[in-house]
């Protein structure tokens, strides 16, 4: 099978899953403006910017960032179990088609809408002050970074979509997220924690790039070191969960 066929069934798999945005515009809507939300909610209801130097928004703002970037993987793991349960997939996997096609393309649809949301939570956190001084390379840079993020978590969500098998129990996988996001650096600095909360959170992978960019983005709390982090961290879980989804999706039916 030549890499020019493998590309094109990719490519009409991914045309499938933006054809769902045209049917389904409240849900990609919901997934833009609920991190907006969030941002506001923190930036002037609930943040307190504890043990954080300089000005807070400024520090909140590449948190949320990343922070967009570990959420928002239930409609990619919904759309895989609803697949699953009404025999798409076994349909797809019966043509002449590339073995991963239906999870590449969906993986590509999926970083086409975090990109999109990610540029729109960049200019939100524009319109309400923050600023990135740490010039145009390092800007795109850390956009690299926080794609690169992204992508690791959607792999992990498409296994465990895989794993799990039906839509009902996507809610129940879901919330395992939630402590990935929360137990991180991404609303208070590790130093205003207890001990033993600031280690387990400097761990978090998700620590390491909203660290990585915010120095990257020249705002408070960068720390050079993390950069590396930042990109080990995330190629790590690919080695580890990208193997295993494909691995999962070609033993389905078996």
């Known amino acids: 099978m030549s890499a020019a066929y493998v590309v094109s069934d990719c490519w009409t798999m991914t ?6 945005w045209a049917r389904q515009p409240v849900q990609v809507l919901v997934g833009l403006v609920f991190p ?15 043990a954080v130097a300089g000005d807070y928004v400024d520090y909140l703002v590449p948190g949320m960032l990343a922070l967009t970037m570990v ?57 309400i002050g923050w600023r990135a001084s740490g010039g145009a390379a390092s800007f795109l840079g850390a956009l690299g970074l926080l794609l690169l993020l992204r992508f690791a978590m959607l792999w992990i969500g498409i296994f465990l979509a895989l794993v799990a098998g039906r839509a009902e129990l996507v809610t129940a996988v ?6 990935v996001g929360f137990l991180s650096n991404a ?12 280690t387990v959170v ?12 915010r120095e990257l983005f020249g705002n408070p709390g960068g720390e050079p070191g993390h950069i590396t982090a930042a990109m080990v ?22």
């Open 15 to 20: 045309r499938r899953e933006l054809a769902h």
């Open 36 to 50: 907006v939300m969030m941002l506001l909610m923190f930036g002037y209801l609930v943040g307190g910017g504890r």
């Open 71 to 127: 959420f928002g993987l239930e409609g990619t793991m919904t759309a895989v179990t609803q697949d699953l349960n009404k025999g798409v997939i076994d349909r797809f996997r019966s043509m002449p088609m590339a073995d991963g096609a239906v999870l590449v393309g969906r993986a590509t649809a999926d970083m086409l809408q975090s990109t999109v949301g990610l540029l729109v939570m960049v200019g939100v956190g524009y319109a």
């Open 174 to 179: 879901q919330i395992l997220v939630w402590p």
């Open 187 to 198: 609303f208070a600095s590790p130093e205003s924690m207890p001990g033993w909360l600031g």
């Open 202 to 213: 400097e761990w978090n992978p998700m620590s390491a790039t909203a660290t990585a960019v």
């Open 233 to 254: 961290w995330p190629l790590v879980l690919l080695a580890v969960f990208f193997p295993l989804a494909v691995r999962k999706f070609g033993r389905l039916g078996k």
